[in-house]
């Protein structure tokens, strides 16, 4: 029984791309149980593509084999690897950033490159530009099933080699703790952060506290105000908003039942800063 198979695109479900990978997988062993993470993620956005295997691989069994194709340098010279997280679990994926907060927040055991072209669908052709279905899918659904084996295929490179995402850390100064807006909780425009639970308690804070948050991009603060520290999104009127301790064990930004980042404009990435101090 093969192990497994857990899909990532940005390709989206309005055409056939997502089904062909499927179709591609079946094909290699028709027991594989394959899985989506998720095909929205932004066009070409490898830091999300990056922060959601994170948020998700942590729950998934030893010898799960992830497939991650956001890939907006199809063709060019950036390698394809697979890396092995030291839970002992299996990614697929360009380097091209993919890995970086597996390798800096999980651990990456080993990596191994492989031959695009010596590895590549034989049906495909003279086709170079669907790597998900022809590349990643393939080889993904080879090692799920154990018809290639991890430590024979490819070549051995060091972590160290793959190619990483900058990311800036949190940290305290003072009587705040500042950090950055990672990404958001999409369907309800909530903001998740990088500053951690721990060094959030360096506050010395307690549920229904306020605190001061203040945030702004490179050019301009865009909020500040004041808000209750609260366990669950219930502990305030609706409308209102709320600092909690998300699913990551992060400091989330919430309005109950409303979208903090619509009703504020406030976007993700390291050019997104947050600080917090006791009101």
């Excluded at 154990?146 to 009587?175: C, K, M, T």
């Amino acid at each position: 029984m093969g192990k497994a198979l857990v899909f990532q695109t940005d390709f989206g479900l309005v055409d056939g791309a997502v089904c062909a990978m499927y179709g591609v997988a079946n094909s290699v062993d028709p027991t594989l149980k394959i899985y989506d993470l998720t095909h929205d993620i932004p066009q070409y956005n490898i830091w999300e593509a990056s922060y959601r295997l994170r948020q998700t691989i942590d729950y998934w069994p030893e010898g799960t084999v992830f497939v991650s194709v956001v890939d907006p340098g199809v063709g060019a010279a950036r390698r394809s690897v697979i890396a092995r997280t030291r839970r002992n679990q299996f990614i697929i994926t360009p380097d091209n950033g993919t890995l970086t907060h597996i390798k800096r927040i999980e651990g990456i055991e080993s990596v191994r490159t492989f031959d695009e072209k010596a590895n590549k669908l034989p049906s495909a052709g003279e086709s170079f530009t669907f790597f998900g279905r022809d590349i990643y899918a393939f080889n993904g659904a080879k090692l799920a099933s154990g018809i290639i084996n991890y430590e024979q295929f490819g070549v051995p490179v060091p972590v160290d080699s793959l190619v990483e995402l900058p990311i800036i850390p949190s940290y305290r100064e003072g009587s705040q703790v500042v950090g950055t807006i990672d990404v958001l909780d999409v369907r309800f425009g909530n903001l998740w952060t990088n500053i951690d639970h721990n060094l959030f308690h360096e506050l010395d804070v307690a549920r229904g506290d306020r605190l001061v948050i203040k945030i702004k991009n490179d050019t301009r603060t865009v909020y500040k105000n004041t808000m209750v520290f609260a366990r669950s999104f219930a502990e305030v009127a609706i409308g209102e908003p709320l600092l909690y301790i998300n699913s990551l064990e992060n400091i989330g930004i919430a309005i109950n039942q409303g979208s903090f980042a619509k009703a504020y404009s406030i976007g993700t990435g390291t050019n997104w800063h947050i600080s917090i101090e006791k009101a």
